[in-house]
């Protein structure tokens, strides 16, 4: 079992930059493929980012593409999202989430592939 907690949320200006972080507790964290997730006031949880056990592969919803860059840390056990050029709809709340996966190469993409979540991280981008 693997815990996860978010952090690096905040409110920031239209075209500013934010990282999240999400840093993940066991010594297995290698075994994980790893998302982003975000679920904005009275919309479903949506997809945003993927990426690999080994980091290789990344996966993005096509909003974020070249806006957003998901990457990961195996020895420090954490998941990253660069978010730049921020846009009003990017405000939500923002979720990492975990699958134990035996496959190095794939990503996940729907939120049902996961087996793990965090309590969210909220980014609020003003105009």
């Known amino acids: 079992q693997v815990q996860l907690v978010e952090s690096g949320g905040g409110l920031v200006q239209a075209g500013g930059s934010l990282r999240l972080s999400c840093a993940a507790s066991g010594r297995t964290f290698s075994s994980y493929a790893l998302g982003w997730f975000r679920q904005a006031p009275g919309k479903e949880r949506e997809f945003v980012a993927a990426?690999?056990?080994?980091?290789?592969?990344?996966y993005y919803t096509d909003s974020v593409k070249g806006r957003f860059t998901i990457s990961r840390d195996n020895a420090k056990n954490t998941v990253y999202l660069q978010m730049n050029s921020l846009k009003p709809e990017d405000t939500a709340v923002y979720y990492c989430a975990a699958n134990r996966t035996p496959y190095s190469g794939r990503v996940y993409y729907t939120a049902l592939s996961y087996d793990y979540w965090g309590q969210g991280t909220q980014v609020t981008v003003s105009s």
């Open positions: 990426i690999t056990r080994s980091g290789e592969g990344t």
